[in-house]
C-alpha cells in the first residue's frame, strides 16, 4: 500500500506522522509546493487556543479533536524533545471591557491545567478600563521549529517528501513514485478551494506583527481582536479576521491600527523592535471537511480523505483531526475488506477505534 | 543647605540616591561607590521580586518594603521604558515539601493542585503556588537609576569609603548602603556572606520562573536574554569563584524540573556574595564626624537575597527619615532662630 499525504502545513506533517503511527511499515509519501516558510502555519503564532466557534461534524467529535491535540502535545511538551520540536509551555492573560462571555473558552477550561477568573488586581496590569478578564496557562507550538522536527521524524519513518504541485488530483497519477497511491489525505488548506472547488473554504485574512520584545514572556489578548503573544524568536502582535479578502499585502491601516491597540494595551512595547509583518489567510469553513471520497485516477480507484479547513486552528486541532482522519481512513478498510470485526463508534472518547490493520 | 551623601552604587544605593533625588531635586546629593553596575552583587541576579534570605527582619517591614517596590515596578511596567529598565511580568511557580508560605503581594495567588505539583518531578512536594509577579534585571536597571540621577543633577564619585566618619565632615546626612561592606565600613561583624552560584543557559522557550522553596531548592529563572538556573546559598562563604560540584548541584536539580533544559547551552557562570545579616538594618543614628561635627547616618544594609525585592519600598523608607531630619533640623532652626532674636 502507498499513502499519500497532500500538504506540508501543519495538519499535512501531523496527518503523515500520525499514518506512520497506524501503518509503521507502509510507504507514505508527502507532496506539497509550499514548505516552511511558505506555509500559512508559519505565520501563526501557534498558541493552544480553540475558538469557541470551531465546528466540526458534532459537538462531541469537536471537543475530541481538541482533547486528543492536546494530549499529543503535551506528551511531547513533558518530554526533552519539547525544545526541538518548538513546543513550550505559556500563560497569560484575556481581559475584556465590555463583555465577560469573552474571556470564557469551554473547551479549554476542561482541559488546561490552569484557566480561571482574574483577582482585581491582575486587572491592573495592563493598561486600560478592564472590568472581565481570564487567566490560562496553554502550550505554544511554533511551527517555525515545528515543521522541520515533523519532517525529520517522517523522513527518519520511512516517509518520503516530494516537491510538486497540484491543479488536480488526476495529476497525482502523473508523477513517478514508487507506487500509484491507493489513499490520499487531503491536507491543502486552502489550496482546497480551487483543487477540490469548495465554496464553502472563505478565507479570513489575517495580519501580524513579530517584534522583538524580550521582556513580553506572558500572553495578553483585549478588545478587539488584540493579542501579544511572545515566542522563542520574537512576540507575535495581532491582529484582524478580514472575511473573504484574497489580499496577501501587508496593509498600511491594518498595521497601524494593531500597533495602536497592542501599545495601548501595553506601553512597553513602544521599544520593540519591528522584525517584521506577515500576512495569512485562514483556511475556514463552516465545520472542517474530513471525509472520504473515492476517485478514479489513471482507472484506479483511489481513496481522498479530506482534512481541511481548520481556520485560524490549524495549529490547535491538526493532531486530533488527523487521528480521526485516519481513523476513517481504517473504519472504511475494513468495511472493504469485509473483515466483520466490530469498531467502536468513531465519536466516543477512546483513543482507538479498537483493531488496527497494518501490513497491507 | 542639607548635604546628601549617599554610599554604594548597587540597587540599594541607586534606589536610595534616586528616590531621594526625585523627592528633594534641589538637594545637593552624591552617590559615592568603590564599584557600578556591571560589577555590583545585584547584577549577575535574575532579579526576581520576592524576599528570600531576611532571616528575622520583622514580617510587616518586609510586606511594607516589599509592596513599596511592587507599586514602582508596577506603575514602570505600563510606561514604555518599563521592558528597557528591565522589569517582565512573569508566571511563577512556587513548589515546597514543607509548609512555606506564599510572598506577599503577588497577583492572582492559587495553590496549585496535586497533579500539577507531580510535573515538577520531586516526590517530597507538598504544596505549590502560581502567582504572577515582576522581575526586573539590576544589569538594566542599574545604568536607569544612575542615568536618572546623573541626569537629575546628582553628583557621582568612583572611589572605596574607608568609614563613614570622614564624610560626616563635609554632608549632613550619609546614607549607608555598602551591603557588604558595611562588615568594614561600620565594624558591623553581624554581615555576612551568603554565597549564590547561578549559571545563565540559553533557552528562549522558557517562559515561566520554577521556584522550588526548600533548603536544597533549585530554581529557573528567564531573563530576557538568558534564564539563569540556581542556586545556593552557602553562609560565610567568601569564595568567588564558581565550583563544578554547585554547577553540577544546580542543573541536575533544574533539568529534573523542566527536562527540555537539557538542551541549553551555558553562557555564563557566576557568583555572588549576598550581604546576609539577622535583620536588614535600616535606622538613622546620629555620630559625630572626624572633625567632631554632628551628623546623621541612615543606615540601609543587609538585604540578604532581596536587594531588588526591597529596593524602592526600603528607598522610601530613607526618604521619611530624611523628612524626618529636616523636620526636626526646621524645628532647631527656628527655636535658634528665635532664641537669637
Not at chain 1, 279 to 298: S, W
Not at chain 1, 327 to 336: A, D, T
Not at chain 2, 210 to 234: F, K, W
Not at chain 2, 322 to 335: A, D
Request: glycine share 8%.
Amino acid at each position: 500500500m502507498h499513502i499519500g499525504v497532500l500538504g506540508a502545513g501543519i495538519v499535512g506533517f501531523n496527518t503523515a506522522l500520525r499514518i506512520q503511527q497506524e501503518f509503521p511499515n507502509v510507504q507514505v509519501t508527502l507532496i506539497a509546493d509550499k514548505f516552511e516558510e511558505d506555509t500559512t502555519s508559519y505565520g501563526a503564532a501557534g498558541i493552544f487556543r480553540p475558538g469557541t466557534n470551531f465546528l466540526g461534524p458534532t459537538p462531541s467529535i469537536t471537543e475530541n479533536w481538541i482533547k486528543d491535540s492536546y494530549n499529543f502535545y503535551n506528551e511531547i511538551l513533558q518530554s526533552e524533545e519539547a525544545h526541538k520540536a518548538g513546543i513550550f509551555e505559556i500563560s497569560g492573560y484575556i481581559l475584556a471591557s465590555e463583555h465577560s462571555f469573552l474571556t470564557r473558552n469551554h473547551f479549554l477550561e476542561k482541559l488546561l491545567p490552569i484557566y480561571r477568573k482574574v483577582s482585581d488586581e491582575e486587572l491592573t496590569l495592563c493598561v486600560g478600563d478592564w472590568k472581565y478578564g481570564s487567566y490560562f496557562t496553554t502550550m505554544k507550538i511554533e511551527s517555525e521549529d515545528f515543521l522541520p522536527w515533523a519532517r525529520t521524524k517522517f523522513e527518519v519513518g520511512g516517509g518520503k517528501v516530494l516537491c510538486k504541485k497540484i491543479e488536480t488530483f488526476n495529476d497525482l497519477g502523473k508523477f513517478k513514485l514508487s507506487a500509484p497511491f491507493d489513499v490520499v489525505f487531503n491536507c491543502t488548506g486552502f489550496g482546497s478551494k480551487w483543487l477540490c472547488n469548495d465554496t464553502r473554504l472563505v478565507p479570513v485574512r489575517g495580519q501580524v506583527f513579530k517584534v522583538k520584545a524580550p521582556w513580553v514572556k506572558m500572553f495578553f489578548y483585549g478588545d478587539y481582536d488584540t493579542y501579544i503573544i511572545p515566542g522563542r524568536r520574537s512576540v507575535t502582535l495581532g491582529g484582524c479576521r478580514q472575511l473573504d479578502s484574497y489580499n496577501m499585502t501587508v496593509s498600511t491601516h491594518d498595521s497601524a491600527a494593531i500597533w495602536e491597540r497592542c501599545t495601548s494595551i501595553l506601553p512597553t512595547l513602544h521599544k520593540a523592535e519591528i522584525l517584521k509583518e506577515w500576512v495569512g489567510l485562514r483556511p475556514h469553513r463552516d465545520t472542517v471537511r474530513c471525509e472520504i471520497e473515492t476517485f478514479h485516477i489513471e482507472n484506479r480507484s483511489v481513496k481522498i480523505i479530506h482534512q481541511y479547513g481548520h481556520g485560524g486552528y490549524g495549529v490547535t486541532t491538526s493532531p486530533g483531526t488527523a487521528k480521526y482522519s485516519v481513523e476513517l481512513f481504517i473504519e472504511s478498510l475494513r468495511r472493504s475488506t469485509g473483515c466483520g470485526l466490530t469498531f467502536t463508534p468513531l465519536d466516543s472518547s477512546t483513543s482507538s477505534c479498537g483493531a488496527k490493520v497494518s501490513k497491507l | 543647605m542639607v548635604k546628601i551623601a549617599v554610599v554604594g552604587g548597587g540597587i540599594i544605593g541607586l534606589s536610595s540616591a534616586c528616590c531621594l533625588k526625585r523627592k528633594y531635586p534641589k538637594i545637593e546629593i552624591t552617590l559615592i561607590s568603590e564599584k557600578f553596575s556591571p560589577n555590583t552583587t545585584g547584577d549577575g541576579s535574575a532579579g526576581v521580586l520576592m524576599p528570600y534570605l531576611l532571616q528575622d527582619t520583622p514580617k510587616d517591614l518586609v510586606e511594607r518594603w516589599s509592596k513599596g517596590t511592587l507599586d514602582f515596578f508596577l506603575s514602570l511596567w505600563k510606561t514604555p521604558e518599563g521592558g528597557e529598565v528591565g522589569i517582565s511580568l512573569i508566571p511563577v511557580s512556587i513548589v515546597t515539601s514543607n509548609d512555606e508560605v506564599p510572598p506577599y503581594g503577588v497577583f492572582g495567588l492559587h495553590e496549585l493542585t496535586p497533579t500539577a505539583l507531580q510535573r515538577f518531578n520531586i516526590p517530597t512536594l507538598r504544596k505549590g503556588y502560581s502567582f504572577t509577579s515582576f522581575t526586573c534585571e539590576p544589569m538594566k536597571l542599574l545604568p536607569y537609576f544612575l542615568q536618572e540621577f546623573t541626569l537629575a543633577g546628582g553628583n557621582v564619585e568612583e572611589r572605596k569609603v574607608m568609614n563613614l566618619e570622614s564624610l560626616g565632615d563635609n554632608f549632613d546626612i550619609v546614607v549607608n548602603c555598602t551591603g557588604l561592606g558595611a562588615r568594614e565600613v561600620v565594624s558591623d561583624e553581624s554581615v555576612i556572606p551568603i554565597r549564590g552560584q547561578v549559571l545563565r543557559v540559553e533557552a528562549p522557550s522558557v517562559f515561566q520562573l520554577i521556584m522550588c522553596a526548600d533548603a536544597d531548592g533549585r530554581y529557573i529563572i528567564p531573563n530576557q536574554e538568558s534564564v539563569v538556573l540556581g542556586g545556593t546559598h552557602q553562609e560565610n562563604d567568601w569564595n568567588t569563584k564558581s565550583t563544578q560540584e554547585d554547577t553540577d548541584f544546580i542543573t541536575s536539580g533544574c533539568f529534573r524540573m523542566l527536562p527540555s533544559l537539557k538542551d541549553a547551552v551555558v553562557l555564563s557562570n557566576w557568583v555572588g556574595l549576598r550581604p546576609g545579616r539577622p535583620t536588614v538594618r535600616l535606622e538613622a543614628e546620629i555620630i559625630k564626624s572626624t572633625k567632631q561635627k554632628t551628623f546623621t547616618i541612615i543606615h540601609n544594609y543587609g538585604h540578604g537575597g532581596s536587594g531588588v525585592t526591597l529596593c524602592w519600598g526600603c528607598a522610601l523608607n530613607v526618604a521619611e527619615l530624611v523628612e524626618n531630619y529636616m523636620l526636626e533640623n526646621s524645628k532647631l532652626n527656628v527655636k535658634s532662630l528665635i532664641q537669637n532674636l
